[in-house]
Nanobody
Framework: QVQLVESGGGLVQTGGSLRLSCAAS????????MGWFRQAPGKDRDFVAA????????YYTDSVKGRFTVSRDNAKNTVYLQMNSLKPEDTAVYYC??????????????????WGQGTQVTVSS
């Protein structure tokens, strides 16, 4: 179990950038794989990106490849999502999630037991 708090969301114009942060509690943060998901109104919660416990492996959904970068600083118990070249279709509530596993290729939200509260990202055209 880990507690997660997202921050960094906001309103940005098309083509702009935001960096989301997810602060985690506990001394075992470095043992958790971390994922980012997003959910638009009336839509399913979709996978965005994941990073392995040690930060050596990352995985992205096709729609954000080349634009988003997931990283982590285990000394700070924090995972980041750098979002560049934002598009209106990126508008959603963004959630970070954690699971005690080194496997980052299971993209199902239900595979992540622990979730943050979400942070709103709105991209205007």
């Amino acid at each position: 179990q880990v507690q997660l708090v997202e921050s960094g969301g906001g309103l940005v114009q098309t083509g702009g950038s935001l960096r989301l942060s997810c602060a985690a509690s506990g001394r075992t943060f470095s043992s958790y794989s971390m994922g980012w998901f997003r959910q638009a109104p009336g839509k399913d919660r979709d996978f965005v990106a994941a990073i392995s416990a040690g930060g050596l492996n990352t995985y992205y959904t096709d729609s954000v490849k080349g634009r988003f970068t997931v990283s982590r600083d285990n000394a700070k118990n924090t995972v980041y999502l750098q979002m560049n070249s934002l598009k209106p279709e990126d508008t959603a509530v963004y959630y970070c999630a954690a699971r005690f596993s080194g496997n980052i290729y299971n993209l199902a939200p239900r595979s992540y037991p622990d979730w943050g509260q979400g942070t709103q990202v709105t991209v205007s055209s």
